[in-house]
């Protein structure tokens, strides 16, 4: 079965300073995705990157990449010279898509990390 | 750019009612979902549509139904209420694809009394 895992419960981070959140995952499938989204304290779920488990390079979007381990089963969000505004909850998830039609092709998430930018 | 709507945002039940959450979207994907979220924790799948006329229970399905007879709507239904089911509800929905990323409705909070 597919899991997420998220060790970080909370982290505080000085801004302008780089911060890794660390996510680990299991699956027996051989091709799956990987989503990372940002929850603000407003409520709403904001898609941040996408990594794919063929892709060879580690994605990136702006001051967002995706530090992607296969072997370690890892997929650690990096956010570069962090802002106040980066504070929120980030949940690390996972679609598994060997059989896009198939009950493995929902997405499942971890318990997140509150992260929280210190002026 | 309405995206994936949900009605209504707030809710109180009382224990044993029974009421529909909404979810419609205008992106014409195949995918949708319903999640709850409960305080400090992840979103936890209930119930999933990998297309009009298909559904399937995901972790947490006990309580709910669905069903999905339109690509649009994807209603979620408690059939009698209860505390534990205080939750706030998330639908979301994607494009039939490995690399789709879910769009999020903006949320229901409900609280049954």
């Known amino acids: 079965a597919q899991k997420i895992t998220q060790t970080q419960p909370g982290m505080f981070v000085q801004e302008k300073e780089a911060v890794t959140l660390d996510c680990t995952y299991d699956?027996?499938?051989?091709?799956?995705?990987l989503f990372w989204y940002k929850q603000p304290s407003s409520g709403e779920m904001i898609f941040l990157i996408y990594?794919?488990?063929?892709?060879?390079q580690n994605a990136t979007e702006g001051r967002y990449s995706l530090n992607f381990q296969k072997a370690r089963k890892s997929a650690n969000l990096v956010i570069s010279a962090s802002q106040l505004g980066d504070s929120a909850m980030y949940f690390c998830a996972m679609r598994e898509s060997s059989n896009l039609r198939s009950s493995a092709s929902k997405i499942i998430f971890g318990s997140g990390t509150r992260l929280s930018i210190r002026p | 750019n309405a995206g994936v709507t949900q009605t209504p945002k707030f809710q109180v039940l009382k224990t044993g009612q029974s009421m529909t959450l909404q979810c419609a979207q205008d992106m014409n994907h195949e995918y949708m979902s319903w999640y709850r979220q409960d305080p400090g924790m992840g979103l936890r799948l209930i119930h999933y549509?990998?297309?009009?006329?298909?559904?399937d229970q995901g972790e947490v399905p006990n309580g709910y139904n669905v069903s999905r007879s339109t690509t649009e709507d994807f209603p979620l239904r408690l059939l009698s209420a209860a505390p534990s089911q205080t939750s706030v509800y998330f639908c979301a929905s994607s494009y039939g694809v490995s690399t789709a990323e879910a769009f999020f409705g903006q949320g229901t909070r409900l609280t049954v009394v």
């Open positions: 990594q794919g488990s063929y892709d060879e």
């Open positions: 549509s990998v297309g009009a006329g298909i559904t």
């Open positions: 699956t027996s499938d051989q091709s799956y995705g």
